[in-house]
């Protein structure tokens, strides 16, 4: 629509010019975040005909240590989009058990092998790569906008419904107006804020300091987790590095760096001493991200106009490495749901209605429930006991019992590779 032929409609309607705006565009849906939810559900309306804008508020979508685990769910959601074998040949490790090493000896408590799927195991690679090519396949499609550098200022709303956003780039202020926003923008979304959608938070009992680890011939592949006195890390193969993750008790962190990051060092080093050699290069925190650990989840995902997926709707912990998968499955359980009534709204822009929307909360929010109180057990009766005490590392007596009992020791690899139910492409 050119600008005379907008400014015409707006003051048929009796709206103001925004003040400010430079320019007003229209589209069916605008995505905000460009996350794996977001560009996940903007790729797959596209594919549907569905006039979308994806705005993502970076530049560019290189970030360390964000999430980059695609469960075996996922997987498959890109093998149906013809995704898959495209992923695979980028640069990736495959986890397909977890195996935990303690003063006790080695025990593994998940194992995906033996998934009946093509993809019995979680892979790793840069989320950069996974964003990087979804939003590359969306781009094929004429009715996708993408808008990075895009920070969102403020929802546009009448009479109670939210029709759109304005936001800011380098070339000034727009707004983006549609029958659809949704909120994709993760854990700080802003969106939610804006949206004054409050979640109901608890209290995960540790953070998660991130760094890397240089890696050498021979190491071992994978996953490896390691409980010591009072202390557990996580080193996540990233092919040419580890990603390694050193958890320590919840609001600890100003004193850890008070006393020095040769503390964190020597700490690390205690606790797996075969990789003592290789943290020198952590010269100072910079080199060192916190992750302050949180869960959480809105009592509602929508409002007239609006839907919050992913981190915006349901904060995940760490623990499994769940979040993309969540992510994910979201946006595709809102594009089965909101594809018919969005075609439909395309001609007239009008906005969607809360009962429309609730139906997607209801499909998610179950398993959103179950995989929070999961890791919430885990939390409670294995991390916080490892954490606080500085007695040698004994895992509960069920985790040790599930590996050897036959019809169970494959529910927790089923649960993280899949949730209660998975949400599958419809057409």
Known sequence: MTETAEKRKRANTGLAEPHGVSDVTRTTCVVVGGGPGGAVLALLLARKGVNVTLLEAHPDFDREFRGDTLHPSVMEIMDHLGLADRLLKLRHSKISNITIQTEEGPFSPIDLSRLKTKFPYVTVMPQTSFLELVTGEAKKYPNFRLVMGARVRELVEESGVVRGVSYEDEDGRHEVRAALTVGADGRGSRVRRLAGIEPIKTSPPMDVLWFRVPRKPGDTEGL??????????????????????????????????????????????????????????????????????????????????????????????????VGINYAVQDAVSAANILVGPLRESQGRLVALSEKQLAAVQRRRELPTRVIQAFQAQIQKNVLAPALGSNRPFSPPLLLRLLPKIPVLRDLPGRLIGYGVWTSRVEG
Do not use: N
Request: charged fraction near 25%; aromatic fraction near 8%; charge should be negative.
């Open 224 to 321: 490896v987790g390691r409980f010591g006195r009072g202390h557990i890390a996580i080193m996540l193969d990233r092919d040419d590095h580890w990603q390694a993750g050193y958890v320590i008790p919840k609001g600890t962190f100003p004193e850890l760096r008070h006393e020095g990051i040769g503390e964190l060092k020597r700490q690390f080093a205690e606790l797996i001493p075969e990789f003592a050699d290789r943290v020198e290069h952590l010269t100072d925190w910079r080199k060192v991200s916190l992750l302050s650990v949180e869960s959480s989840r809105c009592p509602t995902w929508h409002r007239p106009g609006l839907l919050l997926i992913g981190d915006a709707a349901h904060v995940m912990s760490p623990v499994a490495g």
